[in-house]
């Protein structure tokens, strides 16, 4: 049972090596997962596909950022392109926080020095990893929308005597940020976030209950594209300009979702009356019979 949130449990690499081996895991497969990881590539598939998603641009080590140039106006989120989710997302205001930020994630020795901590308003223990690569987006903002909202979306898959997938979206959560950006305390901590399951969509339950049946649609139309197995947690924002017209941006997937007690996609299974334990005891069952079909 895989339980690393991000990188290296959540890349494709340990469930590469468990295939060779004849070893059942749970989660997507190797390929899907090698996909979901990287920010970058899932949102070109998505878009290959029809699906909303922010504008992107990746940054390499040592390459200048020309906002106009690939149309992104401040303010811009920075984030990696390869870790698990709220590590090192920042908003970007302007020119001098973005290089900052830079020569943050872009540096050669494991420490920050606290001028660059302190002008990126970083937490004395708060994890910024260094990297070659940086992923600029555009800020999703409301656009014009009557109701704007962030939610997170668990899925499971069940196999069939076929073979084929049975999937369940979940009722999402919607997911209330106190500065702005998802910290990894509001995601996983008891106490520390907000997490209303299902979303407000609408003031009115049965319209709030046909936004939601879209918005679920929606997100299962992006776990069948991306080839996603065993459960997931599809992260997006939802612009509903009147019932009738709903948009989702998908921010990023997490093939391996953080398993904290206080993690939305629980609270999404218990809507399913899935206690926590048969929630787990689903994912190993689909772990088990995709190795025995694959044997087979």
């Known amino acids: 049972f895989i339980a690393l949130h991000g990188r290296p449990g959540e890349d ?15 989660g997507s497969g190797w390929s899907s997962a090698s996909i979901t990881i990287d920010k970058f590539q899932t949102g070109r598939i998505l878009r290959e596909h029809g699906i909303k998603t922010a504008k992107q641009v990746l940054l390499e080590k040592n390459e200048a950022f020309n906002g106009q140039e690939n149309g992104l106006n401040f303010p811009i989120i920075a984030k990696p392109v390869d870790d698990g989710c709220s590590s090192a997302v920042k908003l970007i205001e302007d020119e001098d926080k973005l290089a900052n930020y830079l020569k943050a994630i872009f540096r050669n020795g494991e420490e920050i020095p606290n001028e660059l901590r302190k002008s990126l308003g970083l937490l004395e223990k708060e994890e910024f990893p260094s990297k070659n690569q940086v992923l ?26 076929d073979g084929s997938r049975k999937y369940t979206v979940f009722h999402p959560s919607e997911a209330v940020a106190s500065l702005g950006i998802l910290s990894l305390e509001e995601k996983f901590l008891a106490g520390e976030g907000t997490n209303i399951t299902p979303p407000r969509y609408h003031s009115d339950p049965n319209v709030s209950k ?3 049946g879209k918005v679920r649609e929606q997100l299962l139309n992006v776990a069948r594209i991306l080839d996603i197995e065993g459960y997931a947690r599809i992260d997006a924002f939802v612009r509903i300009y009147d019932p009738e017209h709903v948009e989702l941006i998908v921010i990023e997937v997490n093939s391996l979702p953080g398993m904290t007690p206080a993690t ?3 609270h999404q299974a218990a809507m399913e009356k899935l206690k926590p334990v048969e929630f787990i005891d689903k994912i190993i069952q689909y772990g088990l019979k995709k190795a025995e079909y694959d044997r087979a």
């Open 264 to 266: 939305a996609i629980f």
């Open 136 to 161: 600029i987006e555009e800020r999703i903002a409301a656009g014009g929308a009557e109701r704007f909202l962030e939610i997170t979306g668990g899925v499971m898959t069940e196999m069939k005597a």
């Open 12 to 26: 494709g690499q340990l469930q590469k090596l468990f295939e060779q081996n004849g070893i059942p895991y749970n």
């Open 210 to 212: 046909m936004i939601g």
